[in-house]
């Protein structure tokens, strides 16, 4: 059974800095791009930043510069720091899992694990 479990996250004043991770538990037979989402309540999820098995990122524009996501093979595990925090930022983040070749379009439906989700609040 395939398990996506988060942590990290909390409240920060904006400029300031968190780091989201995901550990992956279980077989994905296959895994071609892991990503982090957000949503804020009554809005669609959106995709934020996602990596291929390369290594290679992709991310939104409004998160470039700001936004890193990284992954640990040796730990099952991703990452997301999240620097330069905008109150714009506020939403529940998710970590997603399980994507073939068309996950660097950051789509929902192309991801078929997902973690529980964490809070991400930023203050003015």
């Known amino acids: 059974q395939v398990q996506l479990v988060q942590s990290g996250g909390g409240s920060v004043q904006a400029g300031g800095s968190l780091r989201l991770s995901c550990a992956v538990s279980g077989y994905i037979e296959r895994n071609d791009y892991m990503a982090w989402f957000r949503q804020v309540p009554g809005k669609e999820r959106e995709g934020v930043a996602a990596?291929?098995?390369?290594?290679?990122?992709t991310r939104v524009d409004s998160v470039k510069g700001r936004f890193k996501i990284s992954k640990d093979d040796a730990k099952n595990a991703l990452y997301l720091v999240m620097d330069q925090l905008k109150p714009e930022d506020t939403a529940i983040y998710y970590c997603a899992a399980g994507a073939g070749l068309s996950g660097w379009r950051l789509q929902s439906r192309d991801y078929p694990y997902w973690g529980q989700g964490t809070q991400v609040t930023v203050s003015a």
């Open positions: 990596i291929d098995s390369y290594g290679y990122t």
